[in-house]
């Protein structure tokens, strides 16, 4: 199990090529990652408890605002060097789709 991430530049393909708006990705972290979210519940999270390590989740640029909180809560509490490593990589991204008007964070769950 393990989430990558894609950054794109707007609302991305599921059918055919998704890479003509992908501005970037991250495939590194992907269980660190899966592993790190699955300690939030769906109750006390407003959007990165919701993403599913087994499906498609996307987080639009407010969407992503929101979650940008979260998950530098998330990188406070972490003590294993591999997911706070793969929370900053999300905290990142999650950032440059906040700052990117029209962009989708694409998390991609296995």
């Keep these: 199990m393990g989430i990558e991430l894609e950054l794109h530049a707007g609302r991305p393909a599921r059918k055919g090529s998704s890479r003509e708006t992908l501005l970037r990705g991250s495939y590194r972290h ?20 919701w993403v599913d390590p087994y499906g498609d989740t996307l987080f639009n640029e407010q969407e992503a605002q929101v979650a940008s909180q979260e998950v530098v809560a998330l990188v406070r509490r972490c003590n294993d060097e591999w997911q706070k490593a793969a929370l900053l ?19 991609m769950g296995d």
């Design 30 to 49: 992907g269980e660190a990652l899966a592993r790190a979210l699955s300690t939030l519940g769906r109750h006390g999270s407003d959007r990165l408890g």
């Design 89 to 107: 990589d999300l905290a990142e991204l999650l950032e440059a789709c906040t700052a990117t008007p029209g962009s989708y964070l694409w998390l």
